[in-house]
């Protein structure tokens, strides 16, 4: 990839894979040719079948030894009941000194699914943007080196962390309406997309300098057949035909199964791209580089991740780096 | 001379010229830039786009100038055989160019937006309204 091309990265799905897996298929990412990479940070999977939500932080330690020089960051990560800003500031700091100067923070206003444990009230979105400035603002002061006192959402009394990195560790935030997008762009580094929205990116763009990168999250299903491609989509990530309004707001996985379930699996092919070669790949990737993206991250559902591995080293590389 | 039925409002959405205490001086369409433009059935090889606005998006426009899509910059990134009509965004919003500019800018302010086409009320393009370059 040039510096001003299209850049493709890997999803890592926390909720499908076991860590070790996860820890192997980031190698393979890299020697496949990703330069970049995300892992969901889940303590529930979003349906019981999904089987997996391994603890992240422990998960990007490994990553870190086994990779050379893919970025990876966090997609995304919360501020709410399970973790905060101390606690998250200090492990991406941490991370930022395994990886070298490779590791990005991705950051959002999660979910009632991975918070609900704690037993605690689930705050509406404008609550939780809130908080969610507050924190980051936290986190950069902390992962900067500074002496932090603080009282708001949060307290932090005195803390100096110990451990940072050459450089705080950049600041992705995640949105998908118009009021994260201009969240965005006032607090973060960059903004991480689910879909290929350019009205989203206008908004951010408006509070973002013209070069901070937009990347998204494009969901596949590459298979031999397109039946098994729909199969697999289903049986792997039936969460897809959710209603976006619904995702922050179910607590548990069988409610998400429960809903995805009555809707039916006629849709999946709708929120799951499903196809067997490359060429309605490329034309979904287009489609977010045409709305604002210059970062794709692809996110191959179920167990065959080396299918998406080499369809990009065969196909996608070689289509994207070449643009003369 | 035109001979418009359906009265002022069906005049001033086309963007025809008036008078009157509001007049001309205080529309949008008087202080709209030109974006980059592209045809439907171009490629993205074929994009040039505006060097006074290279942040700008990239107007899509099909027969008689109507407004199909857009494009962001980063479109440029795509290989240059790349169909203009399998990256852009379709049907981007629009406001018509009678507007008074200060509702614009209270609008974009409100959407937290830089930026908005303006068509006629037939979707032909008559520019882009930027925040940057309306000066009031």
Redesign the interface.
Known sequence: MTE???RLGWWLSSEEHDPRDLVRHARAAEDAGFTTALISDHLRPWVPSQANAAHVWTVLGAIAHVTDAMEVGTGVTAMMHRTSPIVLAHAAATAAVMFEGRFFLGVGTGERLNEQAFGERWPRAGERRDRLAEGVALIRRLCSGENVNHRGAWAVENLRLATLPAAPPRIFVAASG?RS??LA?EIGDGMIGVA????I???F???SS?DTP?VGQLHVSLAADLETARESAWTWWPNAVVPPSLLGELARPEEFEAVADAIGPAGIDKAVLCATGAAPVI?AI??F??????TVHLHQVGPDQARLAAMATGELFP??A??? | MYDLVGGRAAWTVLGLPTEGSVGDRRRISQFVVQPATASLDATIGDVVVDSAH??G?VAVLGATRVLLG???????????Q?PVQ????PA??TIRPDVRVEDVLEQLEK?????VFVTTASGELVGLAARDAIHV
């Open positions: 001003a091309g299209v118009k997008a201009a762009g290929p929205d350019g009205s990116v206008d908004v763009r408006s509070t013209a937009v034309a287009d489609r580089v045409g709305a604002g993206f210059d289509h994207y070449h643009r003369a | 290279p942040h998006p857009a494009l962001q910059p980063t479109a440029l990134r795509l290989p240059a790349t399998r990256a852009m965004q981007p919003a959407d937290h937006l830089d930026h």
